[in-house]
């Protein structure tokens, strides 16, 4: 997409400059409207579904088709990268439809409009933040398109001249056919019938036409002049631009991710504060080591090896609590070595082995916390179940195990802050299109296997339409079991079997009803699946009677 430079060298440091009126490119000028007018077709009145794949191929379309070849886009690793995760988290939308999906493909594409806009930022953040803050100007641009131009006067009155210029061919064309109305029947009904046509389409226009609509219109406008609008955002590549890969020596107290100022008068950084400085840090990590050495051999005598829970042991407490404690400790961890390596540390030549060996030992230590937060969470799961937030566990410990290797990597090759900021918010990135999958369905199948004799199955019913088909499919396995509801924090409702099984047909026929009135752009073909489920494996009417309190 051609993009607009806006110089500023002509304005004061304390304003804004404006956005010049820049001419449209043909295909700009048709992609605009066919994009707003798409949007309100897809979005109106519709949930994020088929629709967003369709939109976001377009916008991807139309990028791509004006971005000049000799873009720097187009040699970013960055750029296919964030494209790659846009067009798969939009199919895992329209396949799935999940909230999560939604969420990674909006992330995705405002992030690789980002380096569309600057094609040499490297942090995640900053890109979504720049595609983001393309909005702004793009809204500036398309109010200046919008607004009556100066010379408003003199381009009526030239109007008004083509305009009685056209009188006399416009007369003679009504003249004429009313002519061949009256004379050809035929004719006539042809054009009554256009007449018609034009009609019904002229009142179906003004019967959607409110203000809510209008609004959202506008709405769709903004956001496709957004995409197709890319006029430079220096903000966040300025930041950017500030902070190296790796730490470097320095004689004053700065650190590797703080920007000095133009006034700052740095102070002689002495041998003696130096050292001062690495004994403070031995001592602490060397302690620190001692005491997490205990715990994790506390840890891998109790949980390691033959884990069983006792009669009457709250694994609730158990995982839960010293779950989230043990990350607390892991990431207090990963923030105290951050900060003695932040700067000249990493070149104080007597006590650096002595230094490096205890901190990799330190993170090395945390790993195996971290696994034995792992093994917590997996007794969980294997007595209780799986839920949403056992998932986000595990999510969060891959993080964890990869955030633990990049301070290995600072430790040892000096990385600066910036450098591990910006390997983790790829991690980041990737596990958000991770969670993109159908973790409901999976969810269902591992709940109700015959192992588990107490479920939450009001849980399992509040899940997505998706995965009635596996609890319609799973509903005989529902005998003898003792099945429940929250109630409440840490409150639960015993649910009766028929009382389930009435719950469930309730919310097929819902699911029926709700799918027959659904348009085609909120399709998904899991509920495309399920439809095509129950019409082979109806639900009768004698077995989804009312549920009777």
């Known amino acids: 997409m051609t993009t607009y430079p806006v110089s500023a060298a002509a304005w004061p440091a304390a304003a804004t400059p404006p956005v010049p009126p820049f001419p449209l490119t043909a295909l700009q000028k048709l992609l605009l409207p066919v994009g707003a007018i798409l949007f309100d077709l897809l979005f109106w009145q519709e949930r994020a579904a088929l629709n967003l794949l369709l939109y976001t191929v377009f916008v991807v379309g139309a990028v791509l088709a004006g971005l000049p070849r000799a873009s720097a886009a187009w040699r970013s690793g960055y750029f296919w990268l964030t494209l790659l995760g846009t067009l798969l988290s939009a199919g895992l939308v329209a396949y799935y439809g999940s ?32 595609g983001a803050g393309n909005l702004r100007p793009a809204a500036r641009r398309l109010w200046q398109m919008l607004r009556l131009p100066r010379n408003v006067g003199g381009q009526v009155s030239r109007g008004w001249y083509y305009g009685r210029l056209l009188g006399v061919p416009l007369a003679a064309l009504v003249l004429f056919h009313v002519l061949f109305v009256v004379a050809n029947p035929r004719y006539g009904a042809l054009s009554s019938r256009f007449l018609d046509l034009l009609s019904q389409a002229l009142e179906q226009l003004f019967a959607r036409l409110s203000v809510p609509h209008l609004l959202f219109f506008a709405l769709g406008l903004l956001l496709t002049a957004g995409a197709i609008f890319i006029i430079p955002v220096h903000f966040f590549a300025d930041q950017e631009s500030r902070y190296a890969e790796f730490v470097r020596r320095s004689r004053d107290r700065v650190a590797s991710f703080a920007v000095r100022r133009p006034d700052f008068r740095p102070r002689e950084f002495g041998v003696l504060d130096l050292r001062r400085e690495y004994l403070v840090a031995l001592s602490l990590i060397g302690l620190v080591n001692v005491l997490l050495l205990v715990v994790n051999a506390i840890d891998i005598r109790w949980i390691w090896f033959g884990f069983v829970p006792a009669p009457g042991f709250d694994l609730t407490q158990f995982v839960h609590e010293g779950t989230y404690v043990l990350i607390l400790s892991i990431l207090l961890a990963m923030g105290i070595v951050l900060w003695f390596f932040r700067r000249n540390l990493n070149f104080y030549r007597p006590g650096l082995p002595t230094l490096r060996g205890l901190a990799t030992v330190w993170v090395l230590q945390n790993v195996v916390l971290a696994v034995s937060v792992a093994l917590r969470n997996y007794y969980y799961i294997q007595y209780t179940g799986l839920a949403y937030k056992r998932i986000g566990v595990c999510g ?25 900021v910006r390997l983790n918010a790829l991690a980041v990135y990737a596990v958000l299109l991770l969670a993109a999958g159908n973790w409901e369905s999976w969810i269902v199948r591992y709940n109700l296997q015959p192992r588990f004799r107490q479920v939450d199955y009001g849980f399992l019913l509040d899940m997505p339409d998706r995965v009635l088909p596996e609890l319609a499919a799973r509903e005989a396995s529902l005998a003898g079991r003792d099945l429940n509801r929250e109630g409440g924090p840490d409150v639960w409702v015993p649910l009766p079997e028929l009382t389930a099984r009435q719950q469930l047909h309730a919310r097929i026929v819902g699911f029926q009803a709700q799918q027959a009135r659904r348009h085609w752009p909120s399709y998904t073909w899991t509920d495309y699946e399920a439809a095509q489920y129950f019409e082979t494996h109806p639900v009768s009417a004698a077995r989804h009677a009312p549920v009777r309190n």
Not at 101 to 116: E, I, K, N, P, Q
């Open 99 to 130: 909230d999560a999906a939604r969420l990674s493909c909006v992330a995705s594409l405002a992030t690789w409009l980002g380096y569309v806009n600057q094609a040499h930022l490297k942090l995640v953040g900053f890109a979504l933040l720049t």
């Open 396 to 420: 969060f410990l891959l993080l964890t195990f990869f955030g633990l290797a990049t301070v290995l990597l600072k430790i040892w090759q000096r990385r600066s802050a910036y450098s591990l």
